[in-house]
């Protein structure tokens, strides 16, 4: 069965940097698209940045570009998320989430709607 589990989140001052992780089990990385997305008490979920089977269609939210970077390792089957000059803003619980083409005949989708599975999620907290 298709499993995700996010790790890397942790508290960290404004400007820091935190890597997250997401491993995926139960199917390949070329055969689905996996998203970030995140959540803050008393906020929408939003996408974060997305990353199509092949690597080769990535989207960054606004709030991400030129911060976030979003990368997969098929090796590992691992999709991560650097991000760098962290902001207060940025504080939220995030998930990792994905879909299969067999189900979805979408290269790459933003829409939290159309993820099917889902980690547990992981806090990133920005802070002084």
């Known amino acids: 069965q298709v499993q995700l589990v996010e790790s890397g989140g942790g508290l960290v001052r404004p400007g820091g940097s935190l890597r997250l992780s997401c491993v995926v089990s139960g199917f390949a990385l070329e055969d689905g698209a996996i998203g970030w997305f995140r959540q803050a008490p008393g906020k929408e979920r939003e996408g974060v940045s997305c990353?199509?089977?092949?690597?080769?269609?990535?989207y960054y939210a606004d709030s991400a570009k030129g911060r976030f970077t979003i990368a997969r390792n098929p090796a590992e089957n691992t999709v991560y998320l650097q991000m760098n000059g962290l902001k207060p803003e940025d504080t939220a619980t995030y998930y990792c989430?994905?879909?299969?083409?067999?189900?979805?005949?979408?290269?790459?989708?933003?829409?939290?709607?159309?993820?099917?599975?889902w980690g547990q999620g992981t806090q990133v907290t920005v802070s002084s």
């Open positions: 990353i199509s089977g092949s690597g080769g269609t990535t």
């Open positions: 989430a994905s879909y299969l083409y067999s189900r979805r005949r979408t290269i790459l989708t933003t829409e939290a709607r159309d993820y099917d599975y």
